[in-house]
T-cell receptor, first 116, second 113 residues
C-alpha cells in the first residue's frame, strides 16, 4: 500500500513571504501521481497542483510550485507571496490502484496560518 | 460545467431516520467517489463507482448504501446512523484513467443526533 506523510501539523507564515509544506511518499509503483489540495474552513477541497512521476519538470501553477525530488520521494508544496486567503488545511495525496480502480489517498494534512 | 454539486449542504438527522445525500456532475467523468472526513482528519475513502458499477467498498457499514443511477449522479442513502457518523461527506469525480481530473464537491455536513 502506498503511504503519504505530512510531518507538519501546523505552519505559520507572514503575509507576502514564501512557505514550504512538506510531503513524503512511499510507493513501489514506477508510475504514480501526486496532488496537493487546499481545504478552507468551508470544507471544499480545492485542487492546487499535480506532479506525475515521469514529468521532467517540477509542476507550477501561479503562486504554487511543487519541489519534486524523486530520489528522496518528496513532493513539497511551495507557496510564494503568501496571502491571508491562503490560511487553510493543505493535503498531499497520491493516486493508488485498487482492483482496477483508482483512488486518492491523503496525508494527514498541514494547517497553514498566514499572519498579517 | 466543471463542478461537482452536492446537496444538501447541511443535514441533521436522528438515529432512526432515513436520508439521502446527492452528488451530481456533468463533466463526463466516469468515476465517482464518496469520502468521509471527520474533524481535523484527512478524507477517508468510502466507495468508488466506475462506469456506474461499484468497484471499491472500503468495508463501510451497511447503514451507508451507495447508488449510482446514471453516469452523472451518485447518491448515498443513510439509515440508522450513529452519532459517530457525524462528519463531512465529500463527493468527487474523475476521468476514468485518473490523471489530475479529480474534482470535489463542497460536501455535506452531517450531524446525527
Amino acid at each position: 500500500a502506498q503511504k503519504i506523510t505530512q510531518t507538519q501539523p501546523g505552519m505559520f507564515v507572514q503575509e507576502k513571504e514564501a512557505v514550504t509544506l512538506d510531503c513524503t511518499y512511499d510507493t513501489s509503483d514506477p508510475s504514480y501521481g501526486l496532488f496537493w489540495y487546499k481545504q478552507p474552513s468551508s470544507g471544499e477541497m480545492i485542487f492546487l497542483i499535480y506532479q506525475g512521476s515521469y514529468d521532467q519538470q517540477n509542476a507550477t501553477e501561479g503562486r504554487y510550485s511543487l519541489n519534486f525530488q524523486k530520489a528522496r520521494k518528496s513532493a513539497n508544496l511551495v507557496i510564494s507571496a503568501s496571502q491571508l486567503g491562503d490560511s487553510a488545511m493543505y493535503f498531499c495525496a497520491m493516486k493508488e490502484l485498487q482492483g482496477g480502480s483508482e483512488k486518492l489517498v491523503f496525508g494527514k494534512g498541514t494547517k497553514l496560518t498566514v499572519n498579517p | 460545467d466543471t463542478e461537482v454539486t452536492q446537496t444538501p449542504k447541511h443535514l441533521v438527522m436522528g438515529m432512526t431516520n432515513k436520508k439521502s445525500l446527492k452528488c451530481e456532475q456533468h463533466m463526463g467523468h466516469r468515476a465517482m467517489y464518496w469520502y468521509k472526513q471527520k474533524a481535523k482528519k484527512p478524507p477517508e475513502l468510502m466507495f468508488v463507482y466506475s462506469y456506474e458499477k461499484l468497484s471499491i467498498n472500503e468495508s463501510v457499514p451497511s447503514r451507508f448504501s451507495p447508488e449510482c443511477p446514471n453516469s452523472s449522479l451518485l447518491n448515498l442513502h443513510l439509515h440508522a446512523l450513529q452519532p459517530e457518523d457525524s462528519a463531512l461527506y465529500l463527493c468527487a469525480s474523475s476521468q476514468r484513467t485518473g490523471y489530475y481530473g479529480y474534482t470535489f464537491g463542497s460536501g455535506t455536513r452531517l450531524t446525527v443526533v
